[in-house]
């Protein structure tokens, strides 16, 4: 036998022993489900919760590395280290661009992908360094004062589905053997606020239209039509239990009825919040709590109590079998991401990691941040003109509390972007070295001037700025005009801050409780500083930046024009330039509604959609959802509708460019019944952004399959498609005036 030989032969019985040892859940030819189900034998009692936790540890004598489900990527990789931060949810939404959406959280999985593999190279896999990511937040943005509805995509039940589909596509990759990352629906179900009460409060006496037709579609979207792997139960009571152990919630309609197989996660904390004092009460102690939440379907809790589930066991309030069911789960979900096999055959591991915040991203975030802004008066300043660009205005001047904020742009649940183009740095990029004075703060006078400091990781793997305070400054008013003598146009960057409206927090300004807000006016100090500089003769350009809808009735009075800035992410500033100086013509559109003032509010805790929302507020609001307006002017004709084979039907509409400079506008269908008259005044059932030259005309189609005529029937109590004469709306936004009606009937 030849050298060459002896060494195949070696080659081979290597290989054949390798095979011999290798057990079958090491096997990457089997399925994920097989794999699971020989490793769930395996495992010791105590061994199977601690993998039920967010933070599981490794098992050696398996080969089960460590895994932490809790990462975040609301919008960029969050709160690890390095990464681009794009614009917040509510503003991405308020850009209509799902094809961007997608591309955005494709480029957000790519990151986590090559953040994950030198995390498991260096050996510091854990929290927010794994592969699940809590994304999307899909819950209705049903009331303006919530703090985190910025994490959402608006008030509207169909947007969110069709966003989320977008988000979790992006996220979870589109096919192969493995997983890109887990993506997660949340938080299920009826959550929106009040955040200091999420701890306690029982939702209860909801009608069965407002749970089946506002707050479940979207989750049923992802989980039906977008596969989404995980889905987060919410922190409060439904009708009496917690979300976290509601089996109505999770077995009932979510497994049972709409079919989910992925995981379920809880949110952090919520299983404590049964059995801790003043909260929800319905366990009498931590295992208790933890079986009734694994009962009901909670797979992976975020915490710690699961670490009392081996004496539940003991005890009897649950059965090891009974937990084998989540833990079944959660080992599929491992497998499917590759997580136990070797990085040579996962493709996604040999995403380079020169994709974190590179070029490329930062245009995707600039491109984004560009379209969400909204444009809500213009009385003909805009765009800006400058002296350097030899234009009309002799001199130009930046004003307020958010013009050079860089963590502002970052909204909530945020990464470290590797720089930040503030509002400030994007104009004077744009046209030279303008003056600038902070003048105020949010709520007050009294400004902080603040540095920014060195970063600091914390023990969690989390990396935050520290900002230094420099000291404080007091201005009047008549300083603050003093300042302006040699401008006669001022841009104010002010609204509000993720500071204020967010996650539950401290905070106590005025208009502002617990993370959420008490109004939603402008902050006075600003709104007097606003009036002054309009009554000096000032041309004011008003740029808010807020993640809710702001009240604005004195500002249509005292400012030239009104840019919704949102929190628009690391490229902000550049973008926000762009819009203001005519370099890219505005063109997103509200996915809330902007209220006049707080009486057109029903109570915060009140979950009735009655009076809430396009979709059923009977009142005049300042702006309605879907409005936004352009430097251009657009016309729509000849819109019509036809039934197809399949069911579906086609709305065709013919829009027009009739003014002097190319832009987008965006074609929205509102659907309603008229013989319901319990039902929505309307809802969107399809939208087309349309990008047409000056002077251009374009035929649109948007095809509304069957599914999208569904509604509550109150004599079926269920959700369907109820034959009978329907009207369809077709307009550049929700208000009446701005809709063609085209009358349709849908048989059996």
């Known amino acids: 036998m030849n050298a060459k030989s002896i060494c195949f032969s070696a080659a081979l019985l290597l290989t054949t022993n390798l095979a011999a040892q290798q057990l079958p859940y090491q096997n990457p030819d089997l399925t994920a489900a097989e794999r699971a189900e020989d490793l769930l034998g395996r495992l010791t009692l105590e061994e199977k919760t601690r993998l039920m936790r967010n933070g599981s540890p490794a098992i050696p004598r398996l080969g089960i590395p460590a895994f932490d489900w809790w990462s975040e990527a609301l919008h960029g990789v969050g709160r690890n280290g390095i990464s681009t931060t794009f614009p917040s949810c509510i503003g991405m939404a308020c850009s209509f661009d799902d094809d961007l959406i997608e591309r955005i959280f494709t480029a957000v999985s790519d990151e986590a992908r090559a953040k994950n593999t030198i995390a498991r190279q260096e050996g510091k896999v854990g929290k927010y360094r794994c592969l699940s990511f809590w994304t999307p937040t899909i819950n209705i943005f049903r009331d303006p004062r919530w703090g985190r509805g910025q994490e959402s995509y608006g008030e509207d039940p169909f947007m969110n589905g069709q966003m989320g589909l977008r988000v979790v596509r992006g996220l979870q990759g589109a096919g192969g053997k493995y997983y890109k990352l887990l993506a997660c629906a949340k938080h299920f179900a009826v959550h929106s606020g009040p955040e200091k009460l999420r701890h306690s409060m029982n939702i209860e006496e909801l ?59 809880s949110d952090c904390g919520a299983i404590g919040d049964f059995w801790q004092p003043n909260r929800h009460g319905v366990s009498p102690d931590q295992p208790a709590a933890s079986a009734k939440a694994v009962l009901s379907g909670t797979d992976v809790e975020c915490g710690a109590h699961y670490g009392s589930l081996p004496e539940a066991v003991r005890r009897g309030d649950i059965s090891e079998e009974q937990i084998n069911v989540s833990v079944r789960r959660l080992l599929k979900g491992r497998f499917e991401l590759g997580d136990m096999d070797p990085d040579s055959i996962v493709p996604w591991t040999q995403i380079p990691s020169s994709v974190i915040a590179c070029e490329e991203h930062k245009q995707l975030a600039r491109q984004m941040a560009r379209e969400q802004m909204v444009l809500l008066k213009n009385n003909g300043i805009l765009p800006l003109k400058s002296e350097k660009t030899k234009t009309a205005h002799s001199s130009i001047m ?72 420099k000291g404080k400054k007091t201005y009047t008013i008549a300083e603050i005009l003093d300042a302006t003598r040699q401008s006669d146009t001022v841009i104010f960057v002010g609204g509000i801050s993720p500071n204020l409206e967010r996650e539950q927090t401290s905070a106590k300004d005025i208009g502002f409780d617990g993370g959420d807000r008490t109004t939603i006016e402008l902050p006075q100090v600003q709104r007097n500083i606003l009036k002054a500089l309009h009554e000096a003769g000032k041309r004011v350009v008003f740029v808010n930046c807020s993640g809710s809808a702001v009240a604005l009735v004195p500002e249509m009075e005292t400012c030239d024009a009104i840019v919704q800035a949102w929190y628009a992410g690391e490229q902000g500033g550049h973008a926000l330039a762009d819009v203001l100086f005519g370099d890219y013509n505005p063109s997103g559109k509200l996915a809330v509604t902007f209220y006049r003032d707080d009486s057109q509010l029903p109570p915060f805790e009140d979950y009735s959609m009655k009076n809430r929302t396009y979709r059923y507020f009977r009142g005049e609001p300042l702006f309605p959802f879907g409005y936004g307006l352009s430097y251009t002017t657009f016309e729509m004709h000849n819109a019509h509708c036809t039934k197809q084979k399949d069911g579906s039907v086609m709305v065709s509409v013919e829009v027009a460019n009739t003014g002097q400079r190319d832009g987008i506008e965006t074609v929205q269908v509102y659907m309603r019944r008229p013989a319901d008259e319990e039902g929505p005044i309307k809802s969107l059932r399809g939208y087309a952004r349309v990008d047409l030259k000056a002077g251009e005309r374009k035929a649109v189609n948007i095809v509304l399959p069957r599914e999208r005529f569904e509604n509550w029937d109150a004599v079926t109590q269920t959700i369907r498609v109820v034959p009978g004469h329907y009207e369809l709306l077709v307009g550049s936004s929700s208000a009446d005036n701005n809709l063609q009606r085209l009358d349709i009937f849908i048989d059996n």
């Open 207 to 265: 009608s069965p239209r407002d749970l089946w037709e506002t707050y479940l579609p979207a989750f049923k979207t992802l989980v039906q039509q977008g596969g989404v792997k995980e889905v987060m139960c919410a922190y409060q009571r439904f009708d009496g239990d917690p979300c976290c152990g509601s089996n109505r919630l999770l077995q009932q309609i979510l497994r049972n009825e709409w079919g989910f197989q992925g995981l379920v996660v």
């Open 398 to 469: 930046v004003m307020g509390p958010n013009a050079a904020d860089s963590t502002m742009l970052w909204g909530i649940y945020f990464g470290m972007p590797s720089h930040t183009v503030t509002p400030l740095e994007g104009i004077r990029a744009k046209i030279g070295d303008v003056p600038y004075l902070t003048a105020c703060g949010i709520t007050g006078m009294t400004v902080k001037e603040m540095a920014v400091g060195k970063a600091v990781e914390a023990a969690d793997g989390s990396t935050t700025l520290q900002m230094v305070e």
